[in-house]
């Protein structure tokens, strides 16, 4: 079935990088843009970007740009979000999702919960 | 960028219909997609293109879309549709593609 599987939970101390995996299975992985998402607790969806996987393109929320970078390795159907001078905000869950059913984002990843702690 | 704006909270009885909205300038002429998250849980698509469920999301579960407001509505709501709702579009006018609006908590009373 189709489906995304996020890499598991991270920690990391303020000023580090963190970088997230999402591989694809049950679809042809370049046909559709990843998007990647972040939710902190209790607060609702914030979008940070997204990627073609067949081109590579990408393009950012402008809060994001020039902390974000959103990159692929089409061998193993897998994309990343690696987020730079992590600070205490920056604490959420991160999701990726795509859109090989419809226009919208119809299919998510589990989640990846990232803690950003000194 | 665009911006979507939903009520942060709607309490309807079971049984009864709840309607959510979502906001946006001149928002009929996008697709709007809506989503319910348990808590703990990734989003889930509900209704995409306004008005359409993916394979699997019960009829109760509706759209519509005109003027400057979209719809979800849930009729005969169960306990089990207790959940944060949000509504996205695509803008393609500035470089926030993706745009979700604040989400609206539905309780079941």
């Known amino acids: 079935q189709v489906q995304l599987v996020q890499s598991g939970a991270e920690v990391k101390k303020p000023g580090a990088s963190v970088k997230v995996s999402c591989k694809a299975s049950g679809y042809t992985f370049t046909s559709y843009d990843i998007n990647w998402v972040r939710q902190a607790t209790g607060q609702g969806l914030e979008w940070m970007g997204w990627m073609n996987p067949n081109s590579g393109n990408t393009g950012y929320a402008q809060k994001f740009q020039g902390r974000v970078t959103m990159t692929r390795n089409t061998s193993i159907s897998t994309a990343y979000m690696e987020l730079s001078s992590l600070r205490s905000e920056d604490t959420a869950v991160y999701y990726c999702a795509s859109s090989p059913y419809s226009s919208s984002l119809d299919v998510w990843g589990q989640g990846t919960t990232v803690t950003v702690s000194s | 960028s665009y911006v979507l704006t939903q009520p942060p909270s709607v309490s309807v009885a079971p049984g009864q219909t709840a309607r959510i909205t979502c906001g946006g300038n001149?928002?009929?002429?996008?697709?709007v997609h809506w989503y319910q998250q348990k808590p703990g849980q990734a989003p889930v698509l509900v209704v995409y293109?306004?008005?359409d469920r993916p394979s699997g999301i019960p009829e109760r579960f509706s759209g519509s879309n005109s003027g400057n407001t979209a719809t979800l509505t849930i009729s005969r709501v169960e306990a089990g549709d207790e959940a944060d709702y949000y509504c996205?579009?695509?803008?393609?006018?500035?470089?926030?593609?993706?745009?979700f609006g604040g989400g609206t908590k539905l309780t079941v009373l």
């Open positions: 001149n928002i009929g002429s996008k697709s």
């Open positions: 293109d306004d008005s």
């Open positions: 996205q579009v695509w803008d393609s006018s500035s470089d926030h593609r993706v745009v």
